[in-house]
């Protein structure tokens, strides 16, 4: 196995190199990263210039005011890139850059305020070229900072951006590799990717989802957004102000049943807030990596080709690695600070008051249930059939053990349990495992059970094992 550089002994390769050559530029953190550069030694051979424009008047004078009224957000980071980049090429012509690489490193940071506690959050960016006198790649990240100390927090930017820098010009070789270089001499606990989004012919054979699905492969990161066009997001960027309402399955395919409990279960939710607020809801189908990484078999073509399903019926698609409703919850409470709403069958439901389940919870059920009924939390319950007796199961009425009864009795009274009232009994018995094997035994009538345009896609791209003679 490689020996894992240090953030100095990295700064010291670029610094050593001389075809590297770049500025550095610095928002809320200090000037972390860049100090990492100096204090390696050689600065000179890569150093163009250094700068940080801390006065928020100050910034917008050289990048300009952004809508938002928000300083560290992407499109901050992005005009620091485009700037100084510029600057950088026009004023650097001379015989001497003929063979140089120019880079520019920028990132914009607000960590955790002195007295304060809580995470910190910045983005940070890289724009570079593999080839002298090539139009520049864009590389930029979305990272959480979970140290409680703010010098902590400063130091965990400073070896990222050093990190990234370096794996810009000497991990380029596979994505797995420069995934895992960005979080040397790091760890989840200090910092989480939340996201990576890419630019630029350097990454124009390179499926930038994939990336993003590395980071939650490596732990690096806890979820992700992908929106209807397939672009990946920053799920607290997303959920800023926002109220979540969260559909969770494996969409292998999506089905009817999928898409009714989401228009019913948006039409409930918008019955019980106010009006004012509907703007605010995010609708989140959301698929979990946590089983496949258990099995160490994550296929990434059969993940992507769910989302890009799911993006194309008009869907953005919450990808994490939580493994249970519970575990799902408390990474939407760091999220959001609105009600969190789920959407759950009366199967999912049946599992989560089964007592069965929390014979190896620490707390037992109680503590368990409190994970996911937290006072911001509430689940819109779409109905089932019981199999025997074919009356419809709400959440008045799904089986619970008698011990658990009146845990049932309070949530319906907190109204943390919501009936949804409107469904299409006829998906009640569609199941996606169901759908999957008829597809693979070539089996007919699975076509009703999916939206049009996944039968389509299904056939015309053999997808979900479908090999059979089209029809």
């Known amino acids: ?33 860049v100090r990492t550069f100096f204090q390696a030694g050689a600065a000179a051979g890569t150093i ?52 140089t690489k120019f880079f520019v490193f920028a990132d914009t940071v607000a960590t955790t305020a002195y007295g304060a506690t809580g995470s910190g959050h910045g983005w940070l960016g890289v724009r570079f070229q ?7 790649n864009e590389i930029r990240l979305h ?6 100390q703010n010098y902590l927090q400063q130091e965990a930017i400073g070896i990222l951006g050093t990190n990234l820098i370096h794996a810009c010009f000497y991990h380029f070789d596979s994505r797995e590799n420069f995934v895992s270089r960005l979080m040397d001499n790091l760890n989840s606990k ?22 993003n699905l590395e980071l939650i492969k490596k732990e690096f990161s806890q979820g992700m957004i992908f929106d209807e066009l397939g672009r990946v997001h920053s799920p607290s960027e997303v959920l800023y102000k926002k109220i979540p309402m969260i559909l969770r399955g494996s969409f292998r395919p999506p089905t009817h049943v999928n898409f009714d409990m989401i228009k019913q279960g948006e039409k409930t939710l918008k019955q019980n807030i106010s009006k004012k607020d509907h703007k605010r ?6 698929i979990s990596m946590a089983k496949l990484l258990e099995r160490g078999k994550v296929d990434n073509e059969d993940f992507l080709t769910r989302v890009d399903l799911l993006s194309a019926l008009g869907q953005k698609v919450f990808v994490t690695n939580k493994n249970s409703f519970f575990d799902l919850n408390s990474y939407l409470m ?4 609105e009600n969190i709403f789920f959407v759950a069958g009366i199967y999912n439901l049946e599992t989560i008051f089964s007592i069965s389940n929390y014979k190896t919870h620490t707390h037992g059920m109680i503590m368990g249930l409190g994970e996911l009924f937290s006072r911001r939390t509430k689940v819109l319950v779409y109905p089932g059939v019981d199999e025997k007796s074919k009356e419809i199961k709400t959440a008045e009425t799904f089986d619970v053990s008698p011990e658990v009864e009146i845990l049932r009795q309070y949530l319906l009274s ?9 469904y299409n009994e006829n998906y009640f018995t569609i199941w996606s495992r169901e759908v999957v094997k008829m597809i693979e035994d070539c089996e007919d009538g699975w076509e009703k059970m999916v939206p049009k345009l996944v039968e389509k896609r299904v056939k015309e791209k053999s997808l979900f094992g479908h090999f059979c003679k089209i029809k």
Do not use: W
């Open 1 to 33: 196995m490689a020996k894992i550089l240090t953030p100095k002994d990295k700064a010291l390769k670029v610094n050593l190199d001389s075809t590297i050559y770049g500025s550095f530029a610095e928002i809320g953190a200090g000037q972390e990263v």
């Open 48 to 99: 163009a210039k250094s700068m940080s424009a801390y006065d928020m008047a100050m910034s917008d004078a050289i990048y300009g005011k952004e809508r938002s009224g928000r300083y560290v957000c992407e499109d901050r980071l992005k005009k620091m890139l485009k700037k100084e980049y510029d600057i950088l090429n026009k004023r650097l012509v001379e015989e001497k850059y003929d063979n």
């Open 130 to 136: 593999t080839e002298h006198g090539e139009e520049g």
């Open 143 to 148: 990272v959480l900072l979970h140290d409680n």
């Open 190 to 211: 200090r910092i989480e990717i939340e996201m990576i989004e890419v630019e630029g012919a350097a990454f124009n054979s390179e499926d930038a989802r994939l990336l």
């Open 281 to 286: 809801i995010v609708v989140l189908p959301e």
């Open 334 to 337: 760091s999220l959001t600070k």
């Open 414 to 422: 907190s109204d943390q349990l919501i009936d949804i009232e409107e």
